[in-house]
């Protein structure tokens, strides 16, 4: 079964930008990512930041949803603290599979439907709290 991957801001630049000398190199590409984010005054993306380089760190660390999962996990409340939530490393990621048809967990923006595909979990401040960044595709929509 194929399964989406996460793909960092790194990796979007790579992409977009070969000739780009810092997003070839994990530690200056933080690092100046990290710096714009703190210039902007975006705590969601210096999170975000941290949360990718810890991922890509420890080797890009992930679970596969298999789809007999997935209709249980639609069901669950998930109402609850994140202090439950207990990570076994400082970021990892959920991938669901490319099957669309094995995905119940879709959503709708200005008339488009978009599947979830990735779930980055994070740790903020040394694990005093959770961040979820959900990837869906609708980057690749938007440009």
Same mark, same amino acid.
Not at 41 to 48: A, D, E, K, R, V
Not at 136 to 141: E, F, T
């Given at each position: 079964m194929d399964f989406h991957s996460?793909?960092?801001m790194r990796d979007w630049t790579r992409r977009a =930008? &070969? $000739?780009d000398r810092f997003a070839n190199d994990i530690d200056q590409f933080y690092k100046r990512t990290l710096a714009e984010a703190v210039g902007v %005054? @975006? =705590?969601?993306?210096?999170?975000?930041m941290l949360n990718e380089r810890d991922w890509e760190k420890s080797?890009? &660390?992930?679970?596969?949803l298999w789809p007999s999962i997935i209709p249980m996990l639609t069901r669950l409340d998930l109402d609850l603290d994140s202090d439950l939530i207990r990570l076994p490393l400082p970021a990892l990621c959920i991938r669901f599979p490319? !099957? =669309?048809a094995k995905n119940p967990l879709k959503f709708d923006w200005k008339g488009d439907e978009f599947t979830v595909r990735c779930i980055m979990i %994070? $740790?903020?401040?040394? %694990?005093?709290l959770r961040s979820f960044l959900v990837s @869906?595709?609708?980057? !690749?929509?938007l440009f």
């Open positions: 996460y793909i960092t =930008s &070969p $000739e %005054g @975006s =705590s969601q993306f210096y999170n975000q080797r890009r &660390p992930y679970y596969n490319k !099957d =669309s %994070g $740790e903020i401040n040394q %694990g005093a @869906s595709g609708l980057v !690749d929509y």
